[in-house]
């Protein structure tokens, strides 16, 4: 087939499938990464030795596991470990940008964005929500625009924004950009420095379990209020714990939430992987099968939304047969009517020769 992906021989592609290999072995053609990502073995290891140990009454340590995920995410998005805040939840640190706007601000949004982004916005009332085809979103920044927030990749059918054209729209008019990257963080590099705010929930194409998320801030904390923080929101949390905190820390980790402890443990050692991996080499594999599956599907007579460049494919119409492929032992999703792949690191050829062959059915 035009367009296959050819098997490693040696060198660093060999590297790439034998470290794959060595943790992930799904019992199914597993192509539903955008809605959860498969955990590594490693991880599955550190979260079971992390519950015994508290079962046992000698709990290991795992506020270290925490700064450990802090540091890696921020690697991962390029900026410094005092940036980036560990919480639970896209909709939690949404809202929190929402909170520190005033009454009246423009909030320029993508049409059709994911919920747990652009809700907390609207639920606040007193703000201005517009609402814009994607890929008009930087041209429709103008001088009322007070943030723009848009994910990265869109999760129902993939499509890539251009955030270097929201960026700099978003400079000129001196907006403030938030950026969910959710669908993208784990296979397509980011540079976050550029962006005030990014936020993400780490169970997708990080691999983590749930319970995990991120959210970057801007190096002057970008006026968000500590509306929600407890003791581990302290410059110094063990001594914070009573009463008034009474000085927050000087970084983000004033916006933490007090973090499920046992995902953190496992978060760790999926965050490593990918680093062990690199965001380029996953990148190339995840899009060279997400293209294999794009030509199958027009040999098939079928059309995929257009997507180029991604890992997620989307195809209209097709959505009624999630049911008949997870039968089959294909997990996709159905989105709005249409059939939603998306393909990652533990993805072969033959996995979509096989969705392939199921559809031909």
């Given at each position: 087939?035009?367009?296959?992906?050819?098997?490693?021989q040696?060198?660093?592609?060999?590297?790439?499938?034998?470290?794959?290999?060595?943790?992930?072995?799904p019992?199914?053609t597993?192509?539903?990464?955008?809605?959860t990502?498969?955990?590594?073995?490693?991880?599955?290891?550190a979260?079971?030795?992390a519950?015994?140990?508290?079962?046992?009454?000698?709990?290991?340590?795992?506020?270290?596991?925490?700064?450990?995920c802090?540091?890696?995410?921020?690697?991962?998005?390029?900026?410094?470990?005092?940036?980036?805040?560990?919480g639970?939840?896209?909709?939690?640190?949404?809202?929190?940008v929402?909170?520190?706007?005033?009454?009246?601000a423009?909030?320029?949004?993508?049409?059709?964005?994911?919920?747990?982004l652009?809700?907390p916005?609207?639920?606040?009332?007193d703000?201005?929500?517009?609402?814009?085809?994607?890929?008009?979103?930087?041209?429709?920044?103008?001088?009322?625009?007070?943030?723009?927030?848009v994910?990265?990749?869109?999760?129902?059918?993939?499509?890539?924004?251009?955030?270097?054209?929201?960026r700099?729209?978003?400079r000129?008019?001196g907006?403030?950009?938030?950026?969910d990257?959710?669908?993208?963080?784990?296979?397509?590099?980011l540079?976050?420095d550029?962006?005030?705010?990014?936020?993400?929930?780490a169970?997708?194409?990080?691999?983590?379990?749930?319970?995990?998320?991120?959210?970057v801030?801007p190096?002057?904390?970008?006026?968000?209020?500590?509306l929600?923080?407890?003791?581990?929101?302290?410059?110094h949390p063990?001594?914070?714990?009573?009463?008034?905190?009474?000085e927050?820390?000087?970084?983000?980790?004033r916006?933490?939430?007090?973090?499920a402890?046992?995902?953190y443990?496992?978060?760790?050692?999926?965050?490593?992987l990918?680093?062990?991996?690199?965001?380029?080499?996953?990148?190339?594999h995840?899009?060279?099968?997400?293209?294999?599956?794009?030509?199958?599907?027009?040999?098939?007579?079928?059309?995929?939304?257009?997507?180029?460049?991604?890992?997620?494919?989307?195809?209209?119409?097709?959505?009624?047969?999630?049911?008949?492929l997870?039968?089959?032992?294909?997990?996709?999703?159905?989105?709005?009517?249409?059939?939603?792949?998306?393909?990652?690191?533990y993805?072969?050829?033959?996995d979509?020769?096989?969705?392939?062959?199921?559809?031909?059915?």
């Amino acid at each position: 087939m035009d367009g296959e992906v050819p098997e490693p021989q040696s060198g660093p592609m060999e590297s790439f499938e034998n470290l794959v290999r060595a943790e992930f072995a799904p019992k199914n053609t597993y192509l539903n990464t955008a809605s959860t990502g498969l955990l590594p073995a490693r991880t599955v290891v550190a979260v079971r030795d992390a519950v015994s140990s508290v079962a046992a009454g000698q709990p290991f340590d795992m506020f270290a596991d925490v700064e450990a995920c802090r540091a890696a995410f921020a690697r991962l998005v390029g900026v410094p470990a005092a940036r980036v805040a560990a919480g639970a939840s896209v909709a939690t640190y949404s809202g929190l940008v929402a909170a520190s706007l005033p009454a009246g601000a423009e909030v320029l949004t993508a049409e059709a964005d994911f919920s747990s982004l652009v809700n907390p916005f609207h639920v606040r009332g007193d703000l201005k929500v517009r609402s814009v085809p994607l890929e008009l979103i930087a041209g429709s920044v103008g001088p009322q625009t007070a943030l723009v927030a848009v994910s990265s990749v869109q999760s129902a059918d993939g499509r890539i924004a251009d955030l270097a054209a929201v960026r700099d729209a978003a400079r000129a008019h001196g907006a403030r950009t938030l950026v969910d990257a959710s669908q993208s963080a784990g296979w397509l590099p980011l540079d976050a420095d550029g962006f005030d705010y990014v936020v993400a929930v780490a169970y997708k194409w990080v691999l983590c379990p749930r319970g995990v998320a991120f959210l970057v801030v801007p190096q002057d904390l970008g006026a968000l209020p500590p509306l929600f923080a407890g003791w581990a929101a302290g410059e110094h949390p063990w001594d914070s714990c009573y009463g008034p905190v009474e000085e927050l820390a000087h970084s983000a980790r004033r916006y933490d939430e007090s973090p499920a402890l046992f995902s953190y443990a496992g978060a760790r050692h999926s965050l490593a992987l990918i680093e062990e991996l690199g965001v380029d080499a996953v990148h190339a594999h995840d899009t060279a099968l997400a293209d294999r599956f794009r030509e199958g599907l027009v040999s098939l007579g079928h059309e995929p939304l257009p997507a180029p460049g991604s890992a997620i494919v989307s195809v209209p119409g097709l959505g009624h047969r999630q049911g008949e492929l997870s039968r089959a032992g294909v997990e996709v999703s159905d989105r709005a009517g249409n059939l939603r792949a998306a393909f990652h690191l533990y993805n072969r050829a033959a996995d979509v020769d096989r969705m392939l062959d199921v559809l031909s059915g």
